[in-house]
C-alpha cells in the first residue's frame, strides 16, 4: 500500500484536489459575474429608453445571452461542486479503511466501533459539505460583496459609499449571533444525543422495561431529555428571531437611503433612473452573500472539527511489529509470564504454562477470571503488557500475521455472523479447500442442517444471524474455524449454547477428524475436559493451579470445590455413556 | 397481531399531492395551538404585506416625485417607508418567535407520543422488528422531522404566502404583463413534474447504496476480532472499497440530477425579468404604463422567483419529514394486544392452591406454526421447578407466558386463581421476577441497574442498600464487581463479561423479592461455583417463594421439586432426573 501522509487540515486538502477545484473556482467567479451584469443590462434598457435610442432587439439578444449563460455555469458549477465533494468523500473513506485494515484489534477497541463509524459517515459528511457548500459560497459571496461594491462606487460613490457604510453593522450582528448560536449547537447536539440513548435503550431493554413495568419512569426519563432538547431549540430561535427581523430591517434601511438620497441626486439631475434601479437591485443581491458567508463559517467549524478527528485515525501509529517468519505450526505453545493491564485494571497476572503439541488443554475458572483475555492473547488480539507469548519456540511477534492466523482457529463466545453466503460465513479464509470445507462441517455436526437448505451452502445468512439459533451459529463459528486446517484450535466458552449430546458428538469428531490437532479450550463443565492432557485454573487474572485432572484432584482445593459443584451432573452423563 | 413495519420504506414514496397529504397530516397536530396559529398567520401575512408594498411606494415616488422634482414628497413618503419598514421588523419578529415556538412544541408533543407508543406497545413488536432498525428507524425520522419543524416550516409558509402576494400584486398592477411574466414559473413548474421521477431514481440509487455502504462498515467494524483472526482485513478491504465506489458513483449521478433545478429557477427568474423589461418598456412607449411601475414590477418579480427557488429547495425536506411522519404514523396506527380485562368481568377463580396454572394453553406467534399445543400444568407455592428440553422446543415461550409477556393464543393463564390478564400491570409484575436469557444493562452503574424499577430502595443510602444486600445475601455476588456496587457499565461494551451482566440481572430480581421467580437459562457463562452461590441464595428465598428455572446444565435443577420436558410445543412431566436427562439425551431434537 502506498503512504502518503493526509493532508493537515480541510484547506491543505483541498490542494489534492487542485484540478478540480480550480475549475469549481473559476466557474464560481463567471457565474457570478454574470449574474452581476443583469441589473446593469436592466438599468441600461431602462436609461437608453429614457434618452429614446432603446432597441429592443439589442435587449433580448443580450438578455438571452445572459440568462442562458447563466444557465448552463450555474449548472457547471453545481456539477463540479458534486464531483469535488463526492471524491474527496470517496477518497477520504477509502484511506480511512486502508489506515483501520491495517491496525490490531485492540486499536479498534480503544477507538470503539462507535466513533470509527461516526468517522466513516457523520465526520465524513461533514467535511463533504465543506467542499460542495462551502467552498464555491464562500469564493462568490466575496467576489460578489467586492465586485458589487465596485460597481456601486463606480456608478455613483457618494450614495454607493452611504449605503456601504449600513453592511457593516449587519456583519457584526450576525457575527455574535452566530457565535452564541454555535455554543447552543453543540448543547443541543448532546440533546440530542441524550434523547437518542433513552431511545436506544427503551428498545433494547424492552422486555425488562415491560417485565418490570418501568415504562412510567422511561417516559420521565424520555421527558427530561426532550425537555432539554426544546429549551435549547427554544434558545437558538430567540435568537434567530430577533437576528433575522434586524438584518431584514438594516437592508431596508440601506433601500430607504437609496430612496431619499438617490431620489435627491435624480431631482438635482446627477443620477438616472436606471442607475437607481441598478442600485436597488444590488442590494438586494449584496445582503445574501454577508449572511451566507455568516453560515459558512458554521460548516467550516464543523468540518475543521470533524476532519480533526479523522486526522487522529489517519495519523494513528501502526504499532504492529509483524515478523516475517512465515513457518509451518508444529503446535508447541508457551506463555511467558504474561501480564496483562487495561489501565489500572489487572486481567491476567504473570501466567505461565505450556502446551504440547497434539496435547489437549482446557482452561477453566470463574467470570472475570481473564480466561477470553488469554485466548486473545494466543491470537495476537490482544498483546501482552509484559511477557511473552511463543509459538513452537519462537516468539508470537516473530511470526508473519497472516500465517499463524491462517494456522490458529478460533472460535469466539459471541456468534458473529456475516451478511454473507453460508459458504462464505464457513470458507471464511481466502485459501479454504473444498474438502476442507466438506470435513469442516461434517465435524460441526451440520451437514444434515445445510443438506436440508434449498440452496445448501449459498443461502445468505441474514444479517445478525436471526434465522439461526444460538446453538447453529456457535457450530458454523466451530467450522469456520475448522475450515482453515487448523494446527492449533481455541475454543471460548464453545459448549455454553449447544446441548451435552450434541457437544459430545462435536467432541468426538474434532478427535477424529483433526487427530493432530493441539487444542485449547476455556469451558465450565469438568465433565468433558477430563481426560485433557492438561487443565489450568484460572481466578481474577492468576494461575492458580496446572496439570491433570488427578493432579489437580490432588492438589487445588478451588478445582475440588468446582468439581464438586458439578458432580451431580457428572453422574447422570457417565450414566449415559455406560 | 402482526407488528412488522413496511421494510421498503425508503422505496415507498407517493407521487400524489405532497401538499394535500402535508395538509392532512400536519393539520391535526395543530389543533391545540388555534392561538398561536392564528396569531402566526396574522403576522406572516403583515410581514408579506409590509414586504410587498415597498415597491408600489417606491413606484409611486419615482413616477410622482421623482419626475416632478417634489423632494418634500419624496420625504413624505420616505417617512411611509420607514414606518412600512418598522411594522415589518415588528411583525417578523413575532411570525419567527411564533412558528418557529410552534414547530418546535409540535416536535415535543410529537417525540412524546412517539415514546410513549413505544412504551405502550408489547413485547412481540420488538421480536418482529430487528432492534437496530428500530433504533434508526425512530431516531432517523424524528431527526427529520426536527430539521422540518426547526427550519424548513416557517421557510415554508412565509415562501408561499411571498409567492402568493407577489402574484396577486402582479396582476393586479397589470395583468397582461403580470400573466406574461408568470409564465416561465408555470413552464418550470411543469419541467420539474417532468424531471422529478428521474431525479427521484437516481436520489433513490445513492440512498440505496449508501445503506449498503454504511451497513458493510457496521458489519466489518463490529466484527473486527473476528476479520482479523481469519485474514479477511484484504477482503473486507475491497468489499468496502467497492462499495464506496458504488456510492461514489451513484451520488454524483444524483447530485447532477438534484442540482438541474436551482439553475432552471434562475432561469426561468431571468427570463421572467426580460418578458417584463421588453414588454413593459413597449407599454411604457404605448402610454399605458410608467417607469415607476416598471421598476416596481422588477422588483415584484425578484419577490416572486426567489421565494420560488427557496421552496423549491425546501421541498425535498418537506417531503423526508412527511415520509418520516408516515412511517411514524405506522407506528401510532398499532395497537397493544395485551390488554388488561376490566375488573367487573372478572371470572370465577380455579383451583386455589396452584400459584400458576396453565389451562388448554395453545400459542404461536404471527408466522403461524404452533409453539405450544393445549399445555397444562400447575404450579405450586414455594416449589422448585424445572424446565428441560432441546433449543427450540419451547421453554422460553412458556416462561414468556408465564410473565404475560404474550398471551395465550387460546386457553389461559392464572395467577393465585385469577386468570392473568385481569391483573393491573403493577400487581402482576410485583408477583413475578423473570430473568431473561440476554441480560440487558442500562448505561450506569451496577447500584443504578440492580435498582432499575426498583421503587422500593430508590432512595436508600449506600449504607441501607449494603444492609438490604447482606439481608438477601447479594453481597458476596457484588465482590464479583471491581467497584463494587459503583462499578460503571454499559449494554455493549466487553469491559464486562456476560456472566458479570447475567449476575447483575439476577441480583436486580433477587432484591424484588417476587412470589414467582424465573430464570430463563440465566447462568449459562456464569461459572459453576458463582453458580453455587446463585443456588444458595435461592435457596435461602421466602420459603413461599415459587421458582421456575430453564437450564442446559443440568445441575442447576438437580434442586428441583418437578421437571417438565418441553419439547416439539409439549409440556410434558419428567418423573425423575434421571428420566429428563434421558429424554434430553435420547428424544428428538428440533434445532
Known amino acids: 500500500m502506498k503512504e502518503k501522509t493526509p493532508a493537515k487540515n480541510i484547506f491543505v486538502l483541498l490542494f489534492r484536489y487542485a484540478g478540480i477545484i480550480s475549475l469549481l473556482v473559476i466557474v464560481t467567479i463567471i457565474a457570478n459575474a454574470l449574474a452581476i451584469v443583469v441589473p446593469k443590462i436592466i438599468s441600461g434598457a431602462i436609461d437608453n429608453y429614457a434618452k429614446g435610442n432603446f432597441i429592443i432587439a439589442n435587449l433580448i439578444i443580450e438578455f438571452s445571452i445572459i440568462a442562458v449563460l447563466i444557465f448552463v455555469f450555474t449548472y ?124 436506544s435503550e427503551s428498545i433494547l431493554g424492552a422486555a425488562l422495561i415491560r417485565l418490570l413495568n418501568s415504562q412510567n419512569p422511561e417516559y420521565e426519563k424520555f421527558i427530561d431529555a426532550n425537555t432539554e432538547a426544546k429549551k435549547i431549540s427554544l434558545k437558538i430561535l430567540g435568537l434567530f428571531a430577533s437576528l433575522i427581523p434586524v438584518i431584514t ?116 475458572g470463574p467470570t472475570a477470571a481473564g480466561k ?75 451437514k444434515d442442517y445445510v443438506d436440508a437448505l434449498p440452496q445448501k451452502l449459498d443461502t445468505i445468512v441474514s444479517e445478525r444471524g436471526t434465522s439461526l439459533s444460538g446453538g447453529q451459529k456457535q457450530r458454523i463459528m466451530l467450522a469456520r474455524a475448522l475450515a482453515i486446517n487448523p494446527k492449533v484450535l481455541l475454543l471460548d466458552d464453545f459448549t455454553a449454547r449447544v446441548d451435552a449430546s450434541t457437544e459430545s458428538k462435536i467432541l468426538g469428531n474434532i478427535t477424529k477428524n483433526y487427530p493432530e490437532l493441539t487444542l485449547i479450550s476455556v469451558t465450565q463443565k469438568i465433565s468433558s475436559i477430563e481426560h485433557y492432557d492438561q487443565i489450568i485454573l484460572l481466578m481474577e487474572g492468576e494461575l492458580l493451579a496446572k496439570g491433570t485432572h488427578e493432579e489437580l484432584m490432588q492438589t487445588s482445593p478451588e478445582y475440588v470445590q468446582i468439581f464438586d459443584s458439578q458432580r451431580s451432573t457428572n453422574q447422570y452423563e457417565l450414566n449415559e455413556e455406560a | 397481531m402482526n407488528y412488522s413495519l413496511t421494510k421498503t420504506d425508503i ?154 402576494g407577489a402574484g396577486v400584486f402582479l396582476v393586479v398592477i397589470n395583468w397582461k404583463l403580470g400573466l406574461i411574466a408568470l409564465i416561465p414559473a408555470v413552464v418550470v413548474l411543469i419541467i420539474t413534474q417532468l424531471l422529478n421521477p428521474w431525479v427521484k431514481r437516481v436520489s433513490l440509487r445513492s440512498l440505496r447504496t449508501l445503506g449498503s455502504m454504511s451497513g458493510e462498515i457496521q458489519e466489518s467494524i463490529n466484527n473486527f476480532k473476528v476479520i482479523v483472526a481469519f485474514n479477511r482485513l484484504d477482503y473486507f478491504r475491497n468489499k468496502f472499497k467497492e462499495a464506496n465506489q458504488e456510492n461514489y458513483s451513484a451520488s454524483v449521478s444524483a447530485g447532477i440530477a438534484g442540482n438541474i433545478f436551482n439553475p432552471i429557477y434562475v432561469l426561468a427568474s431571468s427570463l421572467a425579468q426580460l418578458i417584463v423589461l421588453a414588454f413593459g418598456i413597449y407599454l411604457i412607449s404605448t402610454g399605458n404604463f410608467t417607469v415607476g411601475l416598471l421598476i416596481g414590477f422588477l422588483l415584484y418579480v425578484n419577490s416572486f422567483y426567489n421565494p420560488l427557488r427557496q421552496l423549491a429547495s425546501v421541498w425535498p425536506s418537506l417531503q423526508l419529514a412527511l415520509a418520516g411522519l408516515d412511517r411514524i404514523s405506522e407506528v401510532f396506527a398499532l395497537e397493544s394486544d395485551i390488554k388488561i380485562m376490566p375488573k367487573e368481568k372478572e371470572a370465577a377463580l380455579s383451583s386455589l392452591s396452584a400459584v400458576l396454572e396453565f389451562k388448554n394453553v395453545f400459542f404461536h406467534y404471527v408466522e403461524g406454526k404452533l409453539v405450544l399445543r393445549n399445555i397444562n400444568f400447575a404450579l405450586e407455592k414455594g416449589k422448585t421447578y424445572a424446565l428441560v428440553g432441546p433449543t427450540g422446543g419451547g421453554k422460553t415461550t412458556t416462561a414468556s407466558l408465564m410473565a404475560r409477556l404474550y398471551d395465550p393464543s387460546k386457553g389461559a393463564v392464572y395467577l393465585e386463581g385469577k386468570d392473568i390478564r385481569f391483573y393491573e400491570p ?27 424499577g426498583n421503587e422500593d430502595y430508590q432512595k436508600h443510602s449506600a449504607g441501607e442498600l449494603a444492609q438490604v444486600l447482606e439481608k438477601a445475601h447479594l453481597t458476596k455476588l457484588l465482590s464479583r464487581f471491581p467497584d463494587g456496587l459503583n462499578t460503571k457499565v454499559s449494554s455493549g461494551s466487553d469491559a464486562i463479561s456476560l456472566g458479570q451482566k447475567q449476575l447483575i440481572a439476577f441480583i436486580r430480581a433477587a432484591l424484588r423479592s417476587p412470589d414467582i421467580l424465573i430464570l430463563d437459562e440465566a447462568t449459562a457463562n456464569i461459572d459453576t461455583i458463582t453458580e453455587q452461590l446463585l443456588q444458595e441464595i435461592i435457596d435461602q428465598l421466602p420459603k413461599e417463594t415459587t421458582k421456575v428455572i430453564i437450564a442446559h446444565r443440568l445441575n442447576t435443577i438437580e434442586n428441583a421439586d418437578e421437571i417438565f420436558f418441553v419439547n416439539a410445543g409439549e409440556v410434558s412431566q419428567a418423573g425423575s432426573m434421571q428420566h429428563a436427562v434421558d429424554m434430553l439425551l435420547h428424544g428428538k431434537r428440533e434445532s
Open chain 2, 426 to 452: 403493577a400487581e402482576r409484575v410485583k408477583k413475578i421476577g423473570f430473568i431473561l436469557q440476554e441480560p440487558f444493562l442500562f448505561n450506569g452503574t451496577v447500584r443504578e441497574n440492580i435498582l432499575y
Open chain 2, 11 to 164: 422505496e415507498k414514496e407517493e407521487q400524489k399531492g405532497v401538499l394535500s397529504t402535508a395538509l392532512k397530516r400536519l393539520v391535526p397536530l395543530m389543533a391545540e395551538e388555534k392561538r398561536t396559529v392564528t396569531i402566526a398567520v396574522v403576522a406572516i401575512i403583515v410581514s408579506a404585506i409590509t414586504a410587498l408594498v415597498v415597491p408600489i411606494i417606491i413606484a409611486h415616488i419615482v413616477d410622482v416625485y421623482f419626475i416632478s422634482k417634489n423632494f418634500q414628497g419624496v420625504l413624505l413618503f420616505s417617512g411611509l417607508l420607514l414606518i412600512v419598514f418598522s411594522a415589518g421588523l415588528a411583525s417578523n419578529y413575532i411570525q419567527v418567535k411564533t412558528m418557529g415556538g410552534l414547530g418546535r412544541r409540535l416536535l415535543f408533543n410529537l417525540r412524546n407520543k412517539i415514546f410513549n407508543k413505544l412504551q405502550e406497545l408489547p413485547v412481540a413488536f420488538f421480536n418482529q422488528n430487528k432492534a437496530g432498525d428500530l433504533i434508526s428507524r425512530i431516531n432517523n425520522d424524528t431527526d427529520k422531522l426536527n430539521q422540518f419543524f426547526s427550519q424548513a416550516l416557517m421557510q415554508f409558509v412565509s415562501n408561499i404566502i411571498l409567492i402568493l
Open chain 1, 249 to 364: 430591517f438594516f437592508t431596508n434601511l440601506a433601500t430607504l437611503v437609496i430612496v431619499v438620497l438617490g431620489g435627491h441626486f435624480i431631482i438635482q439631475g446627477t443620477m438616472s433612473l436606471g442607475s437607481f434601479t441598478a442600485f436597488n437591485s444590488y442590494l438586494a443581491i449584496l445582503i445574501f452573500p454577508i449572511i451566507i458567508i455568516g453560515f459558512m463559517s458554521n460548516v467550516i467549524a464543523q468540518a475543521q472539527a470533524s476532519y480533526g478527528r479523522i486526522l487522529k485515525v489517519l495519523n494513528s501509529p501502526v504499532e504492529e511489529k509483524t515478523g516475517g517468519l512465515r513457518a509451518v505450526l508444529k503446535g508447541n505453545v508457551e506463555v511467558k509470564n504474561v501480564t496483562v493491564n487495561f489501565g489500572e485494571k489487572t486481567a491476567l497476572k504473570d501466567v505461565s504454562f505450556s502446551v504440547k503439541a497434539g496435547s489437549k488443554t482446557a482452561i477453566i
Open chain 1, 372 to 446: 477470553t483475555q488469554l485466548l486473545y492473547l494466543l491470537t495476537g488480539l490482544l498483546a501482552p503488557t509484559s511477557g511473552e507469548i511463543l509459538f513452537d519456540g519462537k516468539d508470537i511477534n516473530e511470526y508473519d500475521k497472516e500465517s499463524l492466523h491462517s494456522q490458529v482457529g478460533f472460535v469466539f463466545q459471541d456468534s458473529v455472523m456475516f451478511n454473507l453466503s453460508l459458504r462464505e460465513n464457513i470458507a471464511f479464509s481466502n485459501t479454504v479447500k473444498d474438502e476442507n470445507l466438506e470435513r469442516a462441517i461434517e465435524t460441526a455436526e451440520l
Open chain 1, 76 to 199: 457547471l458549477q453545481n456539477i463540479a461542486q458534486v464531483y469535488a465533494s463526492e471524491r474527496v468523500a470517496r477518497d477520504i473513506r477509502n484511506d480511512i479503511a486502508a489506515k483501520i485494515s491495517v491496525q490490531p484489534y485492540s486499536y479498534i477497541e480503544k477507538a470503539t466501533p462507535a466513533i470509527i463509524l461516526t468517522n466513516f459517515t457523520s465526520d465524513v459528511d461533514a467535511v463533504k459539505t465543506f467542499v460542495s457548500m462551502a467552498v464555491s459560497a464562500i469564493i462568490s459571496s466575496i467576489f460578489l460583496i467586492v465586485g458589487i461594491s465596485a460597481l456601486l462606487i463606480i456608478t455613483d460613490w457618494k450614495l454607493a459609499l452611504t449605503v456601504l457604510a449600513i453592511v457593516p453593522f449587519i456583519g457584526i450582528a450576525f457575527f455574535f449571533v452566530l457565535k452564541k448560536v454555535r455554543k447552543l449547537f453543540i448543547k443541543s447536539q448532546e440533546a440530542i444525543d441524550w434523547l437518542n440513548k433513552v431511545i
